[in-house]
């Protein structure tokens, strides 16, 4: 599915707030170790589109976060975040995701549940 998601959206048949909410699936499938991990294997299954979202970062995050040990901090993961949608607004030179997380930020709920996952 991420890859008809990406493909639609490139080809301009997906409506850019369609696609903006696959960028968050696509986020957090990157920060998944195990996903980095299966990366490189599995890359040359996917359509060049996904390769695009993902390439970009891989060398990085397995740098930083897989081979030091060290677990990431919030503010990593955050500033990792705004990285990746600034990425994907260029890749498709998409506004909407440019500014989808402040957008999301001002309308957040006010009270966090208890049970919250983060």
């Not at 048949?13 to 490189?40: C, H, K, N, Q």
């Not at 060049?48 to 060290?70: C, H, N, T, V, Y």
Request: glycine share 4%; proline share 6%.
């Amino acid at each position: 599915m991420f890859e008809v998601a990406c493909r639609l959206r490139h080809r301009k048949i997906m409506p850019p707030e369609v696609f903006g909410s696959w960028v968050a699936w696509y986020f957090d499938t990157l920060i998944e170790w195990g996903f980095r991990a299966a990366w490189a294997d599995l890359r040359d299954n996917y359509v060049k589109e996904l390769r695009a979202i993902f390439d970009p970062f891989m060398d990085d995050l397995i740098a930083r976060w897989d081979q030091s040990g060290q677990e990431p901090s919030d503010d990593d993961v955050q500033d990792l975040r705004r990285q990746f949608y600034r990425h994907l607004g260029k890749l498709y030179r998409c506004p909407l995701i440019l500014k989808w997380l402040d957008d999301c930020e001002k309308r957040s709920p006010s009270v966090i549940h208890p049970h919250a996952y983060a």
